[in-house]
């Protein structure tokens, strides 16, 4: 059986003999008998396993190694110790030796030397605990969408269309190495254009959207971005939903409700390893958690903002100024300011991307960024320009080439309307769900700068 379901109902099990498969976390033996911390990986906790000379392969079982995979036999009782339950072993049978330099040892290890052991980090506690939070979490994420009758939509991950046009993609290629070195050959090439890996999905899920009226994406994007920070990756995973005859007011609607939702979601359905998280990791994690939960999300414009940084009594690291992004200190400064999330709408043309939905001032377009306290920006959206004309105005008064994209802007011409949508780097859900501040922790093999292990 598992220890999940053993602890799930352990009152059924007490004085009754039961078998269980796991690993030894730890195995401090004495001269007649020995304690063993047992783990299946179902579950945040260990069992104690008590044996004695009773067995009879005693001084063989003395000898098992930390990291051994074994079948255990034996009674659940009522336990002495800081556990609620152990077990009296009858019979332990080993089904997978482990020898004494197996790295994972019963000691504090420090996260970047687990990262070097990224196959064998899911069997300490931190990272059982990260990791099953990720997996109820994608879960959480995926029972929202399909509640409210969202059609999942899978995006190709080799795409000829630059989402965000930052030309930071990394480049599909059949072509040999010796000829990538002067002018290329597209027609040459497998494609026979240039290809790269998705930043975004986002582009072709609006064709869904006009379809199915509402859609989303939940998977793999990619950025040759040559960065070392804690938040940034090579890969990552991102959700983005878009949804049809929805404003911008209506995205933010969907934008709270949803994270609203996941985040209780895994409060409710992770509270062992929520609890650790809590104790060893982010001390006050589950009352900035819950805080989230119960807010109202201010909504304020951009220009507001700058106006409230200006008029601070802070010296500022970055002056903030309209027309301007804002930083990491201004992010901060907001969420404290109103003590609880904010919605950034309304957002100078220049610095967002083509697609958003241009506003009747003609300087700013219907965006908005998700400013968390802790965190910073958590999500980013907006209403997607739905005029034929303006659009394409836009992508040339930006260099963009109409080739390519005529589908894109199709849409506007074949029955298109208001439509909305939203992104959301799941990395950085986890990143504030867990309060493991790097990416790499909850990524389980991370692809970042010079890194592509395993």
């Not at 800081?82 to 000691?107: F, R």
């Amino acid at each position: 059986m598992d220890l999940r379901d053993l602890f799930k109902n352990v009152k059924d099990y007490i004085n009754k003999e039961v078998t269980i498969c796991g690993w030894i976390r730890n195995h401090r033996d004495q001269k007649t008998f020995g304690f063993i911390d047992f783990s299946d990986g179902t579950v945040q906790s260990h069992l104690q396993v008590v044996y004695d000379e009773k067995i009879s392969n005693f001084n063989a079982v003395k000898k098992l190694l930390v990291g051994c995979a074994i079948e255990v036999t034996g009674k659940i009782v009522e336990s002495k110790g800081n556990q609620d339950v152990e077990m009296q072993a009858s019979k332990i049978t080993l089904l997978g030796d482990c020898p004494e330099d197996y790295p994972i040892q019963p000691k504090r290890h420090t996260r970047e030397f687990l990262r070097e052991q990224a196959y064998l980090r899911p069997r300490t506690n931190l990272f059982q605990a990260v990791f099953r939070v990720r997996s109820v979490a994608a879960y959480a994420i995926h029972k929202y969408f399909q509640e409210r009758g969202y059609v999942y939509f899978h995006a190709p991950l080799i795409t000829a269309s630059d989402c965000e046009g930052a030309g930071e993609m990394f480049q599909v290629t059949t072509l040999p190495l010796d000829k990538l070195k002067g002018k290329i050959d597209y027609s040459k090439d497998f494609f026979g254009k240039f290809t790269g890996l998705t930043v975004s999905g986002q582009l072709e899920a609006e064709t869904f959207a006009l379809a199915y009226k509402k859609t989303y994406t939940f998977g793999p994007t990619f950025r040759a971005e040559n960065s070392n920070t804690k938040v940034h990756a090579a890969e990552f995973w991102m959700i983005e939903p878009e949804i049809a005859f929805c404003d911008l007011e209506g995205d933010m609607d969907i934008m709270e409700e949803m994270l609203k939702y996941v985040v209780s979601y895994v409060l409710e359905n992770a509270q062992e390893e929520m609890n650790f998280l809590d104790k060893f990791v982010e001390n006050g994690l589950l009352d900035k958690l819950h805080k989230l939960v119960n807010s109202k999300f201010v909504r304020i414009d951009h220009e507001e903002v700058i106006k409230l940084l200006k008029e601070a009594p802070v010296k500022w690291e970055f002056t903030p100024e309209y027309g301007e992004d804002i930083a990491k200190e201004h992010e901060k400064y907001i969420t404290e300011y109103f003590d609880g999330p904010v919605f950034i709408k309304n957002w100078p043309k220049d610095i967002k991307a083509f697609y958003m939905k241009q506003n009747p001032d003609g300087k700013t377009v219907a965006a908005v960024d998700l400013e968390v306290p802790g965190a910073g920006e958590l999500m980013g959206g907006s209403q997607r320009e739905e005029d034929y004309d303006k659009l394409l105005k836009r992508m040339e008064e930006l260099g963009m080439k109409e080739e390519g994209l005529n589908w894109y802007l199709n849409l506007r011409r074949y029955g298109g309307c208001v439509h909305s949508g939203f992104g959301m780097g799941f990395e950085r859900l986890l990143i504030y769900l867990t309060g493991v501040d790097n990416i790499r922790d909850v990524v389980p093999y991370p692809r970042t700068t010079k890194n592509c292990e395993y």
